[in-house]
């Protein structure tokens, strides 16, 4: 049963949106004629760890700053439900930071030898661990104060993207700019579902989220931009190289964020929202695998 509630603590639904960015990175990598395995395979592996750190730290940092109780919507939190004590929590946070903090090390170095730039990704590396701890977990923390879209974008669509590429590469790229938009927009607006689901809630713990901030009216608005900018970049990615119709793979990808887009602004907002964040999430990583796929295709 330990076992099962670990899992659930995991929250392994978030963890498709975590490896977008690194496949994209890889691909765009492999499409300039740069591509190694161990870089990939740790690269995977850091994005996964960091993002369980991320949860494990989320759901004892919203139990300790009381937002999670019994009016939140979404699936119920292992510290909350008792299932893991906040000790058993804690100690799982530090096993999951130092196997992050091993994985990437062990990326940087691979990637690098041992030079200044290793140096560089080694603080870009400790940042991500920090960032992943500090969204709801201690005193202070920046998703509290309505900086998780703007970490998000960072961390997912900057990072990810184009600090991925990097690592193959040894070099910056115009073409990182545009799926650095993409994905990054694109996980924004799986937290600003999020946020927007939990608005109530959120508003009356004291997070002040983006959304909360916002109001639903204008949040619904933003998370328009979110999702259609998005759409827009891939049909350019798609024109660029129309000699290449594999490149118009990723549109098929969007299905399920176009759809999800067009009903949660018919409806104003006013539908279970929990259904939706697993859509684009989902529909997220759909677009970076075919995205990705038709890079090297093409």
Known sequence: ??????????????????????????????????????????????ATLLQILSNLANDLGDHQHGTDNADRVGPQRAVQSGAISTALMKRAMVICGVLAFASGLALITVAFGTTLKTLAFLLIGLAAIVAAVKYTFGKNPYGYAGLGDLSVFAFFGVVGVLGTFYLFTHSLHFITVRPIFIFGFLSVAVLNV?????????????????????????ALHYHALLTWIPFFLLCSFAIDAFESPWRWLA??????????????????????????????ALGTFSTALLYSLGLILA
Do not use: C
């Not at 098929?252 to 697993?278: C, M, N, S, T």
């Open 1 to 46: 049963m330990m076992f099962k509630h670990w899992l659930h603590a995991f929250r392994l639904r978030t963890l498709p949106l975590a490896l977008s960015s690194i496949l994209v990175g890889s691909a765009l990598a492999y499409s300039q004629g740069a591509f190694s395995w161990p870089i990939f395979l740790l690269a995977l592996g850091t």
């Open 194 to 218: 999020n946020n927007m689901r939990d608005i109530e809630n959120d508003r009356a713990s004291g997070k002040r989220t983006l959304v909360v901030r916002l109001g639903l009216k204008k």
């Open 251 to 280: 549109l098929l990808g969007f299905v399920p964020i176009g759809i999800h887009a067009y009903r949660i602004q018919r409806e104003e907002g006013q539908i279970p929202l929990d259904p939706e964040l697993k859509r684009v």
